[in-house]
C-alpha cells in the first residue's frame, strides 16, 4: 500500500509563492502519473497541476498555468508544486495524487488511485 503526505502549505499574500511537497511511502515511487488536486470553500475538488512518471511531460489547468510548476524526485519519493504570483482564488486544499495506470498526466481525478489528506494553502489579499 501506498500512502501520500502532502506538506508546505501555509497562509501567504497575495503575490507570494509557496512550495508544497508530497512525500510517499509505503512502496518505490513509481506512478505512472502525479497529480495536484485542490478544493476551495464552497467549491467542488478541482485539478491543478499532473506529471509523468518521469518527469517529461506536464499538464496544468488554465487557472494555473504560467503560475505553478509540478516537478517530481523519484530518488526522493516525492513530487512537488511551485506556486508563484499566488491569488485569493487559490487558497484551497491541495490534495496529491497518484496514478498508477496511467502514461500521460491528466485530470480525471476518478482515474488517480491513492490520495493524500491535503494541505491547507491561504492566500490573503
Known amino acids: 500500500q501506498v500512502q501520500l503526505v502532502e506538506s508546505g502549505g501555509g497562509l501567504v499574500q497575495a503575490g507570494g509563492s509557496l512550495k508544497l511537497s508530497c512525500a510517499a511511502s509505503?512502496?518505490?515511487?513509481?506512478?505512472?502519473?502525479m497529480a495536484w488536486f485542490r478544493q476551495a470553500p464552497g467549491k467542488e475538488r478541482e485539478f491543478a497541476a499532473a506529471i509523468t512518471w518521469s518527469g517529461g511531460s506536464t499538464y496544468y489547468a488554465d487557472s494555473v498555468k504560467g503560475r505553478f510548476t509540478i516537478s517530481r524526485d523519484n530518488a526522493k519519493n516525492t513530487v512537488y508544486l511551485h506556486m508563484n504570483s499566488l491569488k485569493p482564488e487559490d487558497t484551497a486544499v491541495y490534495y496529491c495524487?497518484?496514478?498508477?495506470?496511467?502514461?500521460?498526466?491528466?485530470?480525471?481525478?476518478?482515474?488517480?488511485?491513492?490520495w493524500g489528506q491535503g494541505t491547507q494553502v491561504t492566500v490573503s489579499s
Open positions: 509505503g512502496r518505490a515511487f513509481s506512478y505512472y502519473a
Open positions: 495524487a497518484g496514478d498508477s495506470v496511467a502514461f500521460r498526466p491528466h485530470s480525471d481525478q476518478g482515474e488517480y488511485d491513492y
